[in-house]
Protein backbone atom coordinates (compact mmCIF):
# COMPACT_ATOMS: atom_id res chain seq x y z
CA UNK A 1 0.00 0.00 0.00
CA UNK A 2 2.74 2.27 1.04
CA UNK A 3 4.63 1.96 -2.46
CA UNK A 4 1.74 2.20 -4.29
CA UNK A 5 0.78 5.78 -2.36
CA UNK A 6 4.58 6.73 -3.21
CA UNK A 7 3.97 5.70 -6.39
CA UNK A 8 1.04 7.86 -7.38
CA UNK A 9 2.79 10.53 -5.07
CA UNK A 10 5.62 10.56 -7.50
CA UNK A 11 3.47 10.18 -10.67
CA UNK A 12 1.68 13.43 -9.92
CA UNK A 13 4.90 15.48 -8.95
CA UNK A 14 6.48 14.43 -12.74
CA UNK A 15 2.60 15.42 -13.91
CA UNK A 16 3.47 18.73 -12.64
CA UNK A 17 6.96 19.21 -13.30
CA UNK A 18 5.84 18.67 -16.89
CA UNK A 19 6.67 21.54 -19.46
CA UNK A 20 3.28 21.99 -20.25
CA UNK A 21 2.03 21.69 -16.93
CA UNK A 22 4.36 24.43 -15.96
CA UNK A 23 3.42 26.74 -19.00
CA UNK A 24 -0.40 26.34 -17.97
CA UNK A 25 0.33 27.86 -14.73
CA UNK A 26 2.47 30.75 -15.53
CA UNK A 27 -0.28 31.72 -18.43
CA UNK A 28 -3.00 30.99 -15.75
CA UNK A 29 -0.57 33.36 -13.02
CA UNK A 30 -0.29 35.64 -15.80
CA UNK A 31 -3.89 36.96 -16.39
CA UNK A 32 -5.42 36.08 -13.07
CA UNK A 33 -5.93 39.88 -12.11
CA UNK A 34 -7.50 40.30 -16.25
CA UNK A 35 -10.89 40.62 -15.55
CA UNK A 36 -10.60 43.07 -12.37
CA UNK A 37 -7.95 44.69 -14.32
CA UNK A 38 -10.23 44.99 -17.18
CA UNK A 39 -13.72 46.30 -15.39
CA UNK A 40 -11.32 48.78 -13.97
CA UNK A 41 -9.76 49.76 -17.02
CA UNK A 42 -13.42 50.07 -18.54
CA UNK A 43 -14.50 52.66 -15.91
CA UNK A 44 -11.41 55.14 -16.50
CA UNK A 45 -12.07 54.96 -19.81
CA UNK A 46 -15.69 55.83 -19.62
CA UNK A 47 -15.06 58.72 -17.63
CA UNK A 48 -12.10 59.72 -19.14
CA UNK A 49 -13.25 59.82 -22.42
CA UNK A 50 -16.53 61.59 -21.30
CA UNK A 51 -14.45 64.48 -19.58
CA UNK A 52 -12.02 64.59 -23.01
CA UNK A 53 -15.24 64.68 -25.17
CA UNK A 54 -16.63 67.65 -22.93
CA UNK A 55 -13.41 69.40 -22.82
CA UNK A 56 -13.90 72.53 -20.99
CA UNK A 57 -14.08 72.55 -17.31
CA UNK A 58 -15.22 68.83 -17.19
CA UNK A 59 -11.57 67.49 -18.49
CA UNK A 60 -9.70 70.41 -16.31
CA UNK A 61 -11.80 68.97 -13.10
CA UNK A 62 -10.35 65.32 -14.07
CA UNK A 63 -7.03 66.58 -14.14
CA UNK A 64 -6.90 68.49 -11.32
CA UNK A 65 -8.45 65.46 -9.63
CA UNK A 66 -5.74 63.31 -10.90
CA UNK A 67 -2.60 66.14 -10.36
CA UNK A 68 -3.86 66.23 -6.66
CA UNK A 69 -4.18 62.26 -6.36
CA UNK A 70 -1.03 61.27 -7.86
CA UNK A 71 0.93 64.33 -5.60
CA UNK A 72 -0.66 62.13 -2.75
CA UNK A 73 0.12 58.92 -3.69
CA UNK A 74 3.75 60.30 -4.04
CA UNK A 75 4.04 61.95 -0.56
CA UNK A 76 2.35 58.50 0.63
CA UNK A 77 5.17 56.53 -1.15
CA UNK A 78 7.41 58.98 0.38
CA UNK A 79 6.51 58.28 3.89
CA UNK A 80 5.22 61.87 4.14
CA UNK A 81 2.47 60.98 5.84
CA UNK A 82 -1.39 61.08 5.58
CA UNK A 83 -1.51 64.59 6.44
CA UNK A 84 1.15 65.96 4.45
CA UNK A 85 0.27 64.02 1.48
CA UNK A 86 -3.56 65.81 1.71
CA UNK A 87 -1.92 69.16 2.21
CA UNK A 88 1.06 68.29 -1.03
CA UNK A 89 -1.67 67.42 -2.89
CA UNK A 90 -4.47 69.47 -2.72
CA UNK A 91 -2.14 72.39 -3.32
CA UNK A 92 -0.26 70.94 -6.54
CA UNK A 93 -4.10 70.52 -7.72
CA UNK A 94 -4.70 74.60 -6.85
CA UNK A 95 -1.38 75.33 -8.86
CA UNK A 96 -3.16 73.82 -11.92
CA UNK A 97 -5.97 75.75 -11.38
CA UNK A 98 -4.59 78.67 -11.06
CA UNK A 99 -2.79 77.72 -14.57
CA UNK A 100 -6.31 78.15 -15.89
CA UNK A 101 -7.44 80.83 -14.28
CA UNK A 102 -4.45 83.24 -14.43
CA UNK A 103 -1.83 83.76 -16.86
CA UNK A 104 1.38 81.55 -16.63
CA UNK A 105 3.67 84.25 -15.33
CA UNK A 106 0.84 85.13 -12.45
CA UNK A 107 0.30 81.58 -11.91
CA UNK A 108 4.02 80.41 -11.72
CA UNK A 109 4.49 81.47 -8.28
CA UNK A 110 1.73 79.02 -6.93
CA UNK A 111 3.13 76.47 -8.99
CA UNK A 112 6.57 76.98 -7.47
CA UNK A 113 5.06 76.54 -4.31
CA UNK A 114 4.43 73.02 -4.54
CA UNK A 115 8.17 71.54 -4.43
CA UNK A 116 9.08 74.09 -2.15
CA UNK A 117 6.53 73.28 0.55
CA UNK A 118 7.76 69.56 -0.26
CA UNK A 119 10.90 70.96 0.44
CA UNK A 120 9.86 72.45 4.06
CA UNK A 121 7.61 69.31 5.36
CA UNK A 122 9.12 66.23 4.26
CA UNK A 123 12.26 64.55 6.26
CA UNK A 124 13.63 62.57 3.34
CA UNK A 125 13.87 61.82 -0.05
CA UNK A 126 13.17 65.96 -0.78
CA UNK A 127 15.09 65.23 -4.38
CA UNK A 128 13.51 62.88 -5.80
CA UNK A 129 9.98 64.72 -4.57
CA UNK A 130 11.01 67.73 -6.48
CA UNK A 131 11.32 66.25 -9.52
CA UNK A 132 8.83 63.76 -9.69
CA UNK A 133 5.72 66.85 -8.59
CA UNK A 134 8.00 69.11 -11.21
CA UNK A 135 7.27 66.33 -13.77
CA UNK A 136 3.79 65.29 -12.71
CA UNK A 137 2.56 69.52 -12.69
CA UNK A 138 4.09 70.31 -16.09
CA UNK A 139 2.05 67.59 -17.59
CA UNK A 140 -1.12 68.34 -16.12
CA UNK A 141 -0.38 71.69 -17.26
CA UNK A 142 0.40 70.38 -20.70
CA UNK A 143 -2.20 68.14 -20.85
CA UNK A 144 -4.89 71.35 -20.29
CA UNK A 145 -3.55 73.22 -22.27
CA UNK A 146 -3.37 70.75 -25.29
CA UNK A 147 -6.94 70.36 -25.10
CA UNK A 148 -7.90 73.66 -25.25
CA UNK A 149 -5.67 74.64 -27.76
CA UNK A 150 -5.43 72.03 -30.17
CA UNK A 151 -8.95 70.88 -29.67
CA UNK A 152 -10.56 66.88 -29.41
CA UNK A 153 -9.46 65.13 -32.42
CA UNK A 154 -5.85 65.97 -30.74
CA UNK A 155 -6.46 64.85 -27.32
CA UNK A 156 -8.11 61.70 -28.48
CA UNK A 157 -4.79 60.64 -30.25
CA UNK A 158 -2.78 61.29 -27.51
CA UNK A 159 -4.86 58.99 -25.32
CA UNK A 160 -5.39 56.55 -27.56
CA UNK A 161 -1.51 56.13 -28.49
CA UNK A 162 -0.65 56.04 -25.10
CA UNK A 163 -3.78 53.32 -24.68
CA UNK A 164 -2.22 51.56 -27.39
CA UNK A 165 0.95 51.19 -25.69
CA UNK A 166 0.06 50.33 -22.51
CA UNK A 167 -2.46 47.37 -23.73
CA UNK A 168 -0.24 46.02 -26.82
CA UNK A 169 2.38 46.19 -24.16
CA UNK A 170 0.49 44.15 -21.64
CA UNK A 171 -0.52 41.56 -23.53
CA UNK A 172 2.55 40.95 -26.10
CA UNK A 173 4.65 40.72 -22.74
CA UNK A 174 2.50 38.18 -21.17
CA UNK A 175 1.75 36.08 -24.51
CA UNK A 176 5.23 36.25 -25.94
CA UNK A 177 7.19 36.86 -23.34
CA UNK A 178 11.24 36.41 -23.78
CA UNK A 179 14.17 38.66 -22.24
CA UNK A 180 13.41 41.25 -20.01
CA UNK A 181 13.79 44.89 -20.91
CA UNK A 182 14.99 46.12 -17.08
CA UNK A 183 14.48 43.34 -14.57
CA UNK A 184 16.43 45.44 -12.05
CA UNK A 185 13.72 47.99 -12.03
CA UNK A 186 10.21 46.64 -13.86
CA UNK A 187 10.91 42.96 -13.46
CA UNK A 188 7.58 42.54 -15.86
CA UNK A 189 8.57 44.58 -18.69
CA UNK A 190 9.51 42.69 -21.65
CA UNK A 191 11.38 43.58 -24.87
CA UNK A 192 8.18 42.12 -26.70
CA UNK A 193 5.70 44.02 -24.85
CA UNK A 194 7.64 47.46 -25.42
CA UNK A 195 8.65 46.84 -29.31
CA UNK A 196 4.74 45.90 -29.40
CA UNK A 197 3.91 49.40 -27.71
CA UNK A 198 5.88 51.67 -30.19
CA UNK A 199 4.04 49.47 -33.15
CA UNK A 200 0.68 50.06 -31.36
CA UNK A 201 1.42 53.77 -31.11
CA UNK A 202 3.05 53.95 -35.52
CA UNK A 203 -0.36 52.69 -36.16
CA UNK A 204 -2.57 55.11 -33.84
CA UNK A 205 -0.42 57.70 -36.08
CA UNK A 206 -0.63 55.99 -39.43
CA UNK A 207 -5.02 56.59 -38.48
CA UNK A 208 -4.55 59.65 -37.43
CA UNK A 209 -2.46 61.26 -40.31
CA UNK A 210 -5.47 61.37 -42.93
CA UNK A 211 -7.86 63.05 -40.21
CA UNK A 212 -5.27 65.48 -39.19
CA UNK A 213 -3.65 66.29 -42.28
CA UNK A 214 -0.16 65.67 -41.01
CA UNK A 215 2.94 63.87 -42.56
CA UNK A 216 4.66 60.74 -42.04
CA UNK A 217 6.39 63.03 -39.22
CA UNK A 218 3.12 61.95 -37.01
CA UNK A 219 4.01 58.41 -37.28
CA UNK A 220 7.67 59.15 -35.81
CA UNK A 221 6.35 61.44 -32.93
CA UNK A 222 3.26 59.21 -31.78
CA UNK A 223 6.67 56.44 -31.25
CA UNK A 224 8.25 58.62 -29.35
CA UNK A 225 5.79 59.78 -27.69
CA UNK A 226 5.37 55.77 -27.01
CA UNK A 227 8.74 55.77 -25.91
CA UNK A 228 8.22 58.31 -23.32
CA UNK A 229 5.18 56.95 -21.76
CA UNK A 230 7.09 53.77 -21.56
CA UNK A 231 10.05 55.80 -19.87
CA UNK A 232 7.31 57.50 -17.33
CA UNK A 233 6.07 53.82 -16.50
CA UNK A 234 9.76 52.96 -15.75
CA UNK A 235 10.57 56.28 -13.48
CA UNK A 236 7.26 54.98 -11.50
CA UNK A 237 8.84 51.45 -10.86
CA UNK A 238 12.15 53.02 -9.74
CA UNK A 239 10.51 54.69 -7.14
CA UNK A 240 8.50 51.69 -6.49
CA UNK A 241 12.14 49.57 -5.90
CA UNK A 242 13.33 52.50 -4.27
CA UNK A 243 10.63 52.73 -1.69
CA UNK A 244 9.80 49.05 -1.34
CA UNK A 245 6.29 49.35 -2.30
CA UNK A 246 3.84 46.85 -4.94
CA UNK A 247 1.65 49.80 -5.52
CA UNK A 248 1.33 53.55 -5.61
CA UNK A 249 -2.02 52.72 -3.66
CA UNK A 250 -4.62 50.81 -3.32
CA UNK A 251 -7.71 53.24 -5.52
CA UNK A 252 -7.93 51.65 -8.24
CA UNK A 253 -8.72 47.70 -8.16
CA UNK A 254 -6.28 45.76 -10.49
CA UNK A 255 -4.25 48.45 -11.64
CA UNK A 256 -2.99 49.58 -7.82
CA UNK A 257 -3.25 53.43 -7.79
CA UNK A 258 -3.44 56.54 -9.78
CA UNK A 259 0.13 56.96 -10.36
CA UNK A 260 0.33 53.04 -11.55
CA UNK A 261 -2.54 53.92 -13.90
CA UNK A 262 -1.67 57.32 -15.63
CA UNK A 263 2.27 57.03 -15.35
CA UNK A 264 2.67 56.71 -19.13
CA UNK A 265 0.64 59.52 -19.61
CA UNK A 266 2.41 61.53 -17.59
CA UNK A 267 5.70 60.78 -19.41
CA UNK A 268 4.40 61.41 -22.67
CA UNK A 269 2.40 64.56 -21.96
CA UNK A 270 5.74 65.74 -20.48
CA UNK A 271 7.55 65.45 -23.90
CA UNK A 272 4.53 66.40 -25.54
CA UNK A 273 4.63 70.07 -24.08
CA UNK A 274 8.43 70.32 -24.66
CA UNK A 275 7.68 69.58 -28.15
CA UNK A 276 4.65 71.98 -29.04
CA UNK A 277 6.84 74.87 -26.92
CA UNK A 278 9.34 74.04 -29.64
CA UNK A 279 8.08 73.44 -32.50
CA UNK A 280 4.69 73.85 -34.62
CA UNK A 281 3.29 70.86 -33.88
CA UNK A 282 0.54 69.87 -33.92
CA UNK A 283 -1.09 71.63 -36.56
CA UNK A 284 -4.45 73.81 -36.32
CA UNK A 285 -7.12 71.68 -35.50
CA UNK A 286 -9.30 70.79 -38.77
Known sequence: MSCRVTACASAASARCLRPEGRGLALAKDSFSDLATRMATGLAIACVGLAAVWAGGWWFTGLVLGMVGALVWELVRMLGGGQKRALLL???????????KLFPVGIALPVVLAVPLAGIAVLEGNRTLFVVMT????????????HRDAFGLTWMLWLVLLVAATDILGYFAGRILGGPKFWPRVSPKKTWSGTVAG????ALIGW?????????VELIAISVALSMASQMGDIAESAIKRHVGVKDSSNLLPGHGGVYDRFDGLLGAAFLLV???SLTAFPPPPL
Not at 134 to 145: K, N, R, V
Not at 207 to 215: C, I, K, L, N
Open 207 to 215: VFMARTGSG
Open 198 to 201: WIGA
Open 134 to 145: AMILLAGFGLIL
Open 274 to 276: IVE
Open 89 to 99: GGLAACAILAT
